[in-house]
């Protein structure tokens, strides 16, 4: 479990650029210890530093052997709509609840892990904090905090927060 100061809230303001050669460059930026979240990686991009890359946009599943991306061993698909007008239903409960338990072992394994959606704020911002809760014991407000602080705009989606507000951990 995390030890939870104020310090260990405050958030790490490292930013990166995810660069291809041919198809520009995304941002991201660390969240906590080794978890990241962004936006969708450019085609091509180079990701070797990653051992997972999460990818939550619903219009944006490419498969790692197409060769869409470079040096990560993992892939997973988690593709959530954004849709904040509307409950989520029980699949896509479940859906976050699986991607964000893969994301908790991979950062309790000391692992760099890439949370990714459209714009980096909401798809990638819920599996980022409740992986968080999961893998560090944090309370919904500390990994919501964490997201926003690193992602400014996050976690907008209001069935996204009352999810990692209610959920059973």
Request: with cysteine; glycine share 8%; hydrophobic share 40%.
């Amino acid at each position: 479990m995390l030890q939870t100061t104020q310090d260990s809230l405050r958030p790490p303001n490292e930013a990166i650029q995810i660069c291809s050669k041919n198809n520009g460059c995304s941002g991201a930026n660390r969240v906590i210890g080794t978890l990241y979240q962004g936006d969708r990686p450019p085609v091509g991009a180079d990701l070797t530093e990653f051992s997972l890359l999460v990818l939550c946009a619903i219009e944006w599943q490419p498969r790692a052997r197409d060769g869409v991306f470079i040096g990560v061993p993992e892939v997973y698909h988690c593709p959530l709509d954004d849709d904040g007008w509307r409950p989520l239903e029980d699949k896509e409960i479940r859906a976050i609840k699986t991607c964000a338990h893969t994301v908790a072992e991979y950062l309790k394994a000391g692992k760099k892990v890439l949370s990714t959606c459209a714009m980096g704020l909401n798809r990638s911002g819920v599996v980022s904090a409740m992986s968080m809760r999961m893998a560090y014991g944090l309370t919904a407000k500390q990994a919501i905090i964490l997201v926003r602080a690193a992602r400014g705009g996050a976690l907008s989606n209001g069935a996204f927060v009352r999810l990692i507000e209610t959920a059973q951990i």
